[in-house]
């Protein structure tokens, strides 16, 4: 995997702004071309419904409740964006290089 687009989605965007840091520097580490950023549930629904970029969703594990909307609406708006919620102890731990790791191998697997 060569080039990567991920939003990560949190209450505000504030938040995952230091998880997106630390998985910007572990995929700069890999040598991986990612374009990672990070805002609110809203902001992120509708960038869902108008973009088709987005390789992958990853949902903070304070607003997990959002999962099954966005996957609604990507449904609906014909997206192959792949949407996880990051793992909580993960998140706590602000463990940008393991968050990243769990993403890509997901999108391997659904390349497959």
Known sequence: MNDVVIMFVCAGGMSSSLVVSK?????????????????????????????DDIDALLIGPQVCFSANELEKVAEE??????????????????????ILKDILNKLETSYV
Do not use: F, P
């Open 23 to 51: 998985m910007q520097k572990a995929a700069e580490e890999q040598a991986l071309n990612a374009e990672i950023c990070a805002t609110g549930v809203g902001h992120g629904k509708e960038i869902l419904k108008d973009g």
């Open 77 to 98: 708006n014909n997206r192959k964006t792949i949407i996880h919620v990051a793992d909580m102890r993960d998140y706590g731990m602000v463990d940008g290089e393991k």
